[in-house]
């Protein structure tokens, strides 16, 4: 088998970019898929230009978007891999009483769905490549946040990781469960300087996907180091 392909999407920036970058240096070709073309593009020249890189513009709520990248991912590289449904969006503040609910529907459409439509989409090339789906789920997954639809939608994220899981058993496919706490992307407004870098969690993605075939890394979470007590 030729260099694996490792498939991005929400990889214009934060921890999609730098997973590209990861993977990239890791030896991967890549398929890098968000909304900001342009973005993508700039990436894409850095890690290497066409041969090594395809880019596709990709709303990631949209089925026949997802299915016309894995065709181009397979028409340009042949085969599938790493699959990292990474794409998400933040909610907005007030609580189940006060946010927004058309920003709720963007999120769960996105957050919710558009994973599940990666996984279909990529489903096929992944169990014939014996490949390896990871899914950016959170911390807050793992916790509740009082009135957080955003936690909602990651407590769904770390259920599809788990129903996925015992679809794919015995098809040699694994499925890894990424859970970061805060990070430092532009999903803020404002910097986080306690919080990870992008840059962390792609190394948390890298460690998942190089273990050899016996090994299946079922989640990992990773925190920020509390800042040192005065």
């Known amino acids: 088998m030729s260099e694996r392909v490792f498939l991005i999407t929400g990889a214009s920036s934060g921890i999609g970019a ?10 991967f070709r ?8 342009d973005q993508l593009a700039s990436l894409a020249a850095e890690l290497g230009g066409p041969e090594r890189v395809l880019t596709a ?15 181009a991912t397979l028409a340009q590289f042949g085969q599938l891999d790493v699959v990292f449904a ?3 969006v933040g909610g907005s503040p007030g609580g189940f009483s006060g946010a927004d609910p058309e920003r709720w529907r963007t ?45 909602a939608s990651k407590w769904a994220v ?7 899981r015992d679809e794919l058993r015995g098809s040699g496919v694994r499925v890894t469960l990424i859970e970061p706490g805060m990070v430092d992307t532009p999903f803020f407004d404002t910097a986080k300087p306690d919080a990870l ?16 075939a016996h090994v299946d890394v079922h989640e990992l979470m990773v925190l920020p180091t509390p800042p040192m007590a005065n």
């Open 30 to 37: 890549l398929a890098l898929a968000a909304r900001r073309a």
């Open 18 to 27: 730098a997973t590209a970058r990861a993977a990239a240096a890791a030896g």
């Open 158 to 164: 770390t259920a599809i990781g788990y129903g996925l």
């Open 86 to 88: 990474n794409a998400g």
């Open 197 to 212: 870098r992008p840059e962390d969690v792609a190394r948390a993605v890298l460690y998942a996907v190089s273990q050899p």
């Open 107 to 151: 999120m769960l459409l996105t957050n919710v769905l558009g994973v599940g439509l990666t996984i279909r989409a990529s489903m096929v090339a992944l169990r014939a490549s014996r490949g390896h789906v990871v899914l950016t789920g959170s911390v807050a997954g793992r916790r509740t946040l009082a009135g957080s639809m955003y936690s």
């Open 57 to 71: 513009r990709c709303d990631v709520t949209s089925a026949a978007d997802q299915e016309a990248l894995v065709a």
